[in-house]
């Protein structure tokens, strides 16, 4: 295992945080300060080259895997215990194509990155309230905004 970790950091752009290392409990922590889980190692990717050696790793090693955008699911699925955690949080770039209306973003942008970067061209996206919750997690599992119509 350790040596799948040294492989690991050798290919990595980003960052490779072990528990012996002192940005450790503030790299697995998550929104839910309830999830208090301690992964074997946070990956924090530095590039999108940084996705395929982690997803390798756990495979090979068979560690459980977690994937995160901005840590906010209430259950802690951006987190696992003795597992190996990919935050995509570094990755939150945000490209608008204001003629066209549309919103590229990084796999790691939060609605805040999402905000900020549609506000200087009027528009806006109807996806949370919340503006620290991950663009991602918000398409896969959430959506409800401002701007969304109510049902029923
Ligand atoms: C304080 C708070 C406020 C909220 N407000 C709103 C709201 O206003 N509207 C609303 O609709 N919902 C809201 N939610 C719910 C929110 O939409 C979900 O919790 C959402 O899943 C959070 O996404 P995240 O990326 O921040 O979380 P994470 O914990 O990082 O990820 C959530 C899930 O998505 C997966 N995931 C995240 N990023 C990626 C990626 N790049 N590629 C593949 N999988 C990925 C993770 O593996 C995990 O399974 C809120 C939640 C909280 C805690």
Do not use: C, F, K
Not at 35 to 42: E, F, Q, S, T, Y
Not at 78 to 105: E, F, R, S, Y
Not at 109 to 117: P, S
């Amino acid at each position: 295992m350790a040596s799948a970790l040294q492989e690991l950091r050798t290919r990595l752009v980003g960052e490779l945080i072990e528990p012996q290392d002192p940005l450790y409990d503030e790299a697995r922590a998550v929104w839910n300060g309830m999830i208090d889980l301690r992964p074997r190692a946070v990956v924090r990717a530095g590039a999108v080259t940084d996705i395929d050696p982690v997803l390798e790793a756990a495979r090979h090693t068979g560690m459980p895997l977690a994937v995160r955008g901005g840590g906010h699911s209430i259950a802690g699925h951006g987190t696992a215990a003795d597992g190996l955690v990919l935050d995509l949080g570094p990755l939150n770039g945000v490209d608008v194509d204001a003629a066209n209306q549309l919103v590229t973003v990084g796999p790691g942008a939060t609605l805040a990155d999402v905000d900020r970067a549609t506000a200087g061209h009027g528009l806006a996206v109807p996806l949370g309230v919340i503006i620290q919750t991950g663009v991602a997690g918000l398409t896969l599992g959430g959506g409800v905004g401002w701007l969304t119509a109510p049902t029923g």
